[in-house]
C-alpha cells in the first residue's frame, strides 16, 4: 500500500477520549460509517472529516498512543472553551478515563503504566499477525493541568494510571500559560512540577509559552518530552519551538513528536478559509519538521511522530495527501527518499518514543 512502511508506529498525541466524549463518535466504527453518521452536522467545523478510528490505527501499524485527557477552566469572560470551576474540569477528565476503560474492557485498548505493561504490549504486537484483535496500547497524558483541583489530585491522578502532564494549553492556565499568551509558571505551577517530579512522572512541554517553557527547563530534574510540537523555522508562532528551544530539549533527552495540524505546517493559515491544497500543505512538511529537528540534534533520536490528529480538526485541516491517520506511514516512505535509512526510520516511527518510555516509567 506504502511505498515503505514501518511494521510499528508510536504515535505521541492523540485526543481519542474528546472525540468520543465532545464529538460523540463510536471510533469502533469504520472511517467511512463514522463520517457517513455526521454528514450534515455543522456545530463543528471537522465533522463528516474525521481521521481517527481504532481501524484505521492498526491500518498504519499505529500500536502505541499517548492519548490525553484534557479540561481547560476558563472564566465567564474568556473567548475560550471551557469549564468554569476546576472541579468541573476534574468531573470531565473523570469521564474521559471511563472511556478509556470501557475500550479497554471491549479488548480495543490496553493502558500502559509501567515498563513491564510496555514489553508485554511490544510483545503481543511482535507476535500477533492478525492486527484486527490487537489491542491499541495507551499512555495517558494530562493536556493542560487546570484540571487538577489541588496539587493533592496529582498524586491520586498517578494511581490510576496518569503518567505525563503538559502543564498548559491556550492562554492562561491554573498552573502555567501557555499559547498565545506570557509568564513564567505561578507558584502552584512550580508545586506541580516538583511533585511531578516526586513521583516520576514526564513533563510534556507542549503548549508552554516561551516564558513558561524557558522556567520548566530550568526547574525540572525529570523526564520531559514534547508531545506534538513543530518547528518556529517554518511557521513563526509562539505554539512552535525554535531552535534555541529544540536544543535545549535534545539537551535534555527529549524526544519531539510532530504534528499534523495545517496552521503549525504553513504560515499565514487562516482556520475556516485556508485550505491544505492551495496551501501546498502535504506530508512533504512533515519530513521537513522531523529533518530540522534531526539536523539540529546532529542524529535522529529526539524526533517521532505526536500527529494531533482529529485535535478538534479534520481533512479539512490536515495534509491533503493524508486521509486517514493509517497515512502516518506515508512519511517514512518520503524520508528514506531523502536518504534516510531503514534503523533512522524505526527509530522515528517507535524506537526513540519505546526508549524514553523504557527509561521513564517505572518497573
Keep these: 500500500?506504502?511505498?515503505?512502511?514501518?511494521?510499528?508506529?508510536?504515535?505521541?498525541?492523540?485526543?481519542?477520549?474528546?472525540?468520543?466524549?465532545?464529538?460523540?463518535?463510536?471510533?469502533?466504527?469504520?472511517?467511512?460509517?463514522?463520517?457517513?453518521?455526521?454528514?450534515?452536522?455543522?456545530?463543528?467545523?471537522?465533522?463528516?472529516?474525521?481521521?481517527?478510528?481504532?481501524?484505521?490505527?492498526?491500518?498504519?501499524?499505529?500500536?502505541?498512543?499517548?492519548?490525553?485527557?484534557?479540561?481547560?477552566?476558563?472564566?465567564?469572560?474568556?473567548?475560550?472553551?471551557?469549564?468554569?470551576?476546576?472541579?468541573?474540569?476534574?468531573?470531565?477528565?473523570?469521564?474521559?478515563?471511563?472511556?478509556?476503560?470501557?475500550?479497554?474492557?471491549?479488548?480495543?485498548?490496553?493502558?500502559?503504566?509501567?515498563?513491564?505493561?510496555?514489553?508485554?504490549?511490544?510483545?503481543?504486537?511482535?507476535?500477533?499477525?492478525?492486527?484486527?484483535?490487537?489491542?491499541?496500547?495507551?499512555?495517558?497524558?494530562?493536556?493542560?493541568?487546570?484540571?487538577?483541583?489541588?496539587?493533592?489530585?496529582?498524586?491520586?491522578?498517578?494511581?490510576?494510571?496518569?503518567?505525563?502532564?503538559?502543564?498548559?494549553?491556550?492562554?492562561?492556565?491554573?498552573?502555567?500559560?501557555?499559547?498565545?499568551?506570557?509568564?513564567?509558571?505561578?507558584?502552584?505551577?512550580?508545586?506541580?512540577?516538583?511533585?511531578m517530579e516526586r513521583l516520576g512522572m514526564i513533563l510534556d512541554a507542549t503548549h508552554l509559552n516561551d516564558d513558561a517553557f524557558w522556567d520548566a527547563m530550568g526547574r525540572y530534574n525529570g523526564a520531559i518530552w514534547a508531545s506534538h510540537n513543530n518547528c518556529r523555522k517554518f511557521v513563526d508562532h509562539n505554539r512552535q519551538f525554535s531552535d534555541e528551544m529544540i536544543k535545549i530539549l535534545v539537551e535534555k533527552g527529549a524526544v519531539i513528536g510532530v504534528a499534523l495540524d495545517a496552521w503549525m505546517m504553513v504560515p499565514n493559515w487562516v482556520r475556516g478559509i485556508s485550505d491544505p491544497k492551495s496551501t501546498n500543505c502535504s506530508m512533504e512538511i512533515m519530513a521537513d519538521n522531523i529533518d530540522h529537528i534531526c539536523q539540529l540534534a546532529g542524529n535522529v533520536n529526539h524526533v517521532g511522530v505526536g500527529s494531533d490528529l482529529d485535535g478538534a480538526f479534520g481533512r479539512e485541516q490536515c495534509p491533503y495527501d493524508l486521509e486517514t491517520i493509517a497515512d502516518i506511514q506515508k512519511v517514512f516512505g518520503i524520508l528514506k527518499r531523502r536518504g534516510y535509512g531503514n534503523a533512522d526510520l524505526e527509530k522515528i516511527a517507535s524506537q526513540n518514543w519505546l526508549n524514553f518510555m523504557r527509561d521513564a516509567l517505572p518497573e
Design 1 to 195: 500500500m506504502y511505498e515503505f512502511e514501518m511494521p510499528f508506529v508510536v504515535d505521541a498525541h492523540l485526543d481519542l477520549s474528546m472525540n468520543a466524549m465532545e464529538w460523540n463518535r463510536d471510533l469502533r466504527l469504520p472511517i467511512q460509517e463514522l463520517n457517513r453518521r455526521e454528514q450534515g452536522m455543522e456545530d463543528k467545523p471537522d465533522r463528516a472529516k474525521a481521521t481517527v478510528t481504532f481501524e484505521e490505527l492498526r491500518k498504519g501499524n499505529i500500536g502505541i498512543v499517548v492519548a490525553t485527557q484534557i479540561a481547560r477552566f476558563v472564566r465567564p469572560d474568556s473567548t475560550l472553551p471551557g469549564w468554569y470551576s476546576a472541579e468541573q474540569a476534574w468531573a470531565q477528565t473523570q469521564g474521559q478515563l471511563a472511556w478509556y476503560k470501557t475500550m479497554e474492557a471491549d479488548g480495543h485498548m490496553k493502558m500502559i503504566k509501567t515498563k513491564s505493561d510496555l514489553e508485554q504490549h511490544r510483545a503481543v504486537w511482535s507476535k500477533v499477525t492478525d492486527h484486527s484483535i490487537k489491542p491499541i496500547g495507551y499512555l495517558l497524558s494530562l493536556e493542560g493541568a487546570d484540571s487538577l483541583v489541588d496539587i493533592s489530585h496529582v498524586e491520586v491522578a498517578y494511581n490510576y494510571g496518569l503518567r505525563a502532564i503538559g502543564p498548559a494549553h491556550y492562554g492562561p492556565g491554573r498552573y502555567a500559560n501557555g499559547t498565545d499568551s506570557s509568564g513564567k509558571l505561578n507558584a502552584q505551577g512550580v508545586q506541580l512540577l516538583q511533585e
